[in-house]
């Protein structure tokens, strides 16, 4: 149990696209969603944490309007970069929580590769 | 002001001898304590957890310690197996209102040779 999927797995666009990525619960309902961004050799950065049913809360430094969060379902958040920059090329990681459990742990998906041209 | 850190960016260890992480924290307010293991491109795979009130947590190979006068937490995998080889990333939970925010380490990549 406990699977958190990302779609899509890697992305390739030109600068000033922009680029949605999912980030599913299979298993479980998350009420509460994170949005982690990873540069190389470098550890993960929390960037917004994003609430069913409300606006997300982003992290001190992180543009709201440049990564837009959605988090329209228990099992469904969305992050879309907009206007892509080559700068935002990174790995974007999700994590959901798990609200039935007790644990305290955080779920992760398998990450998004951006690569912005 | 990274308030996790791991200052090991790499551990090389023989298979079947003991792998020791160390990760060091200064916030006090952190309540709970986790280790992930991460292989290339994909998310990070929850390991072991250890909440502020205890002090050792195992788990089959996997022991975390949690030394809350020096803010300092270790994982111990005995004995070490190729597999075990990834990057490892500790992570504390803040306390209070910043229950769920997570901080990470930069992750120390261990090598578990044949």
């Known amino acids: 149990g406990a699977v958190v999927s990302q779609h899509p797995s890697w992305v390739i666009c030109k600068s000033g696209t922009s680029v949605k990525i999912e980030c599913r619960s299979l298993?479980?309902?998350?009420?509460?969603m994170f949005w982690y961004r990873q540069f190389p050799k470098q550890s993960l950065m929390l960037m917004a944490t994003?609430?069913?049913?409300?606006?997300?809360?982003?992290e001190q430094g992180v543009e709201k309007d440049k990564f837009l969060i959605n988090h329209a379902s228990l099992t469904l958040s969305t992050l879309t970069v907009t206007s892509a920059h080559p700068e935002d090329s990174s790995f974007y990681i999700c994590?959901?929580?798990?609200?039935?459990?007790?644990?305290?742990?955080?779920?992760f998906g398998p990450g998004t590769r951006l690569l912005v041209l | 002001d990274q308030q996790v850190k791991q200052n090991s960016p790499s551990l090389s260890v023989q298979e079947g001898r003991i792998s020791i992480l160390n990760c060091d924290y200064t916030?006090?307010?952190?309540?709970?304590f986790l280790w992930y293991k991460k292989y290339p491109a994909e998310g990070p795979t929850f390991l072991i957890s250890?909440?502020?009130?205890?002090d050792k947590n195992e788990d089959g190979r996997f022991t975390v310690f949690l030394n809350k006068s020096a803010k300092h937490l270790s994982l111990h995998i005995v004995p070490s197996q190729p597999g075990d080889s990834a990057v490892y990333f500790c992570?504390?939970?803040?306390?209070?209102?910043?229950?769920?925010?997570?901080?990470f380490g930069s992750g120390t990549k261990l090598n578990v040779k044949p």
């Open positions: 250890i909440s502020s009130i205890k």
């Open positions: 994003s609430n069913e049913g409300s606006k997300a809360t982003y």
């Open positions: 992570a504390a939970r803040g306390g209070g209102y910043n229950f769920n925010k997570f901080y």
């Open positions: 916030n006090s307010m952190f309540d709970y």
């Open positions: 298993d479980f309902q998350a009420t509460t």
């Open positions: 994590s959901a929580r798990d609200t039935q459990r007790l644990a305290e742990t955080q779920y």
